[in-house]
């Protein structure tokens, strides 16, 4: 049982350069997300997504680009990155059971710097 | 919009002692969950309160929830050091969706 896993777990980059994070979920969760820590903000979203093909942005989405084109994937991509994107990304999944929202799982992270 | 408040947001104390945290959130939910978050490590489930009176214990740590008074607090018994982490709060609201609201999460650190 693999639950949620991030690939890679840590990512050195320079500014400018385009970058994927990957997120995978064996659990077939519809709603995924992904989320920036930062020290002193502590977590915030970015974008999240409901089901395939079905994304929306959330609190800080300016940079990313996401796409869900299976409902276990949901990649984020910082298309030209800048060093205000040096970070830690979770990513998370969830499920809906009824009118109500199962708990949330969250991914190990992925520590990204930008040079 | 929904706010979600945690204080204290850093706790130092001794091993031994107890504690609690509290969360405070701002309009009507009936669903809370506490995660723990080991420096350098994810967020880990604690506990999930689903209705008003809620209580969920484990170990040294006991959560409860009180819908009326909008207050969830994690109580810490006889803390030891492997306890040290961060403990962040958060909050489902119908207008939130999918989206959890949470705290800004709760740094512990428990001395010998």
């Known amino acids: 049982d693999a639950g949620i896993t991030q690939s890679p777990r840590y990512k050195i980059t320079e500014t400018g350069r385009q970058v994927t994070l990957m997120c995978h979920q064996t659990?077939?969760?519809?709603?995924m997300f992904w989320y920036r820590q930062d020290l002193g903000h502590g977590l915030r979203l970015i974008y999240y997504s409901a089901a395939a093909d079905i994304t929306d942005k959330g609190e800080v989405p300016d940079g990313y680009v996401v796409s869900r084109s299976k409902t276990e994937n949901f990649p984020l991509t910082l298309e030209s990155a800048t060093r205000s994107q040096t970070s830690v990304y979770f990513c998370?999944?969830?499920?809906?059971?009824?009118?109500?929202?199962?708990?949330?799982?969250f991914g190990p992270g992925t520590r990204l710097t930008v040079l | 919009e929904l706010k979600v408040e945690q204080n204290p947001l850093f706790l130092s104390m001794q091993e031994g002692k107890n504690y609690t945290i509290y969360c405070n959130y701002s309009?009507?939910?009936?669903?809370l969950y506490w995660y723990r978050q080991d420096p350098g490590k994810s967020l880990e489930s604690l506990f999930v309160?689903?209705?008003?009176?809620a209580v969920k214990q484990e170990g040294r740590l006991m959560a409860s929830l009180d819908t009326k008074a909008r207050l969830s607090t994690l109580h810490i018994t006889a803390a030891v050091h492997d306890l040290s982490a961060t403990y962040f709060c958060a909050v489902d609201h119908e207008t939130s969706g999918s989206r959890l609201t949470f705290g800004e999460g709760t740094q512990l650190t428990v001395n010998p």
């Open positions: 309009t009507t939910s009936d669903r």
């Open positions: 998370a999944s969830r499920r809906r059971q009824g009118l109500h929202y199962n708990e949330q799982f």
């Open positions: 309160l689903l209705s008003n009176g």
């Open positions: 659990w077939s969760h519809s709603y």
